[in-house]
């Protein structure tokens, strides 16, 4: 596997990126540069990773919502996701993400109707439209999961990949956003290994991180840096090594360069604990 994080915004050149990632002895690196980057930038960061021998991991198409009710905020979406992946495509990155998008009011948000088979419906079509329009060559479109959205399982996932067939959709896998339940949270092992031994082929990238269960009431079920959770780290490692041992391994959602470095740091003591190169 190949594990990164965000980095601070310390660059202003590709070599100065690559500079920054070695010093992080990172393999693979989400993809730098803003919306509006040139094509001229867009290239030279593309080459200079490929050059060092960098993945790009993934190219996120957040914010996008290809199932909102509003028709324009709709077609905005369904734009902004196939612009993305054409530039994942540019760039040779390993997928394109985005979550499936929701109709509440906030594009990730949840919503009754969230979980129908009228909105998995919704959203093969809108994974169809996404993918058919720019017709990848070298990465792939994926779904992160959500613990309210579709796909919100291993299985639902694996329903969708069907349904949609489409030989460039692929899965982002974020086990720790499927972990929607107690049991789940307490046998998290367990889970993990489902997660992996359905989705495994069609896995494209992984993201890292823990969470916890408080006696918060009806439920709360935190995200936590990882290592400050009850997330079983030697068992999701040991998972990672049956899939391509160039599957980046992701921290994301934390506030500061520091809390990254530590959970960088936690993933490696464990990885290395286990013989495992990251």
């Not at 909102?68 to 040779?92: I, K, M």
Request: hydrophobic content about 40%; glycine content about 4%.
């Amino acid at each position: 596997m190949r594990l990164a994080s965000p980095l601070p915004n310390t660059f202003d050149s590709p070599e100065g990126w690559i500079a920054l990632l070695r010093e992080r002895a990172f393999r693979t690196a989400y993809w730098p540069l803003p919306d509006d980057a040139p094509l001229d930038d867009v290239d030279a960061y593309a080459a200079a990773a490929a050059d060092a021998g960098i993945s790009i991991a993934e190219v996120g198409a957040w914010l996008a919502n290809p199932l909102s009710r509003d028709d324009a905020v709709r077609a905005s979406g369904l734009a902004r996701c196939q612009e993305r992946l054409a530039l994942a495509d540019r760039v040779g990155a390993r997928c394109c993400v985005n979550i499936a998008g929701s109709f509440a009011e906030i594009w990730d948000g949840p919503h009754p109707e969230s979980l129908s088979e009228d909105t998995f419906a919704l959203i093969v079509d809108s994974v169809r439209e996404i993918v058919d329009a720019v017709q990848p060559q070298r990465t792939y479109y994926t779904l992160e999961p959500m613990p309210y959205l579709l796909p919100d399982s291993p299985d639902s996932y694996l329903a969708l990949l069907e349904a949609v067939d489409r030989e460039r959709f692929a899965v982002h896998l974020d086990p720790v956003n499927m972990i929607n339940t107690p049991a789940k949270y307490y046998d998290n092992a367990g889970f993990l290994r489902e997660c992996f031994d359905k989705l495994g082929p069609h896995v494209r990238a992984v993201h890292a991180k823990d969470m916890t269960i408080t006696n918060q009431l009806t439920l709360d079920m935190p995200e936590r840096r990882p290592g400050l959770g009850g997330i079983d780290y030697r068992a999701f490692i040991t998972q990672m090594q049956r899939l391509d041992p160039d599957t980046p391994f992701l921290v994301e959602h934390l506030e500061t360069d520091e809390e990254y470095v530590a959970a960088v740091a936690h993933v490696r003591t464990v990885a290395d604990e286990l013989g495992v190169e990251t």
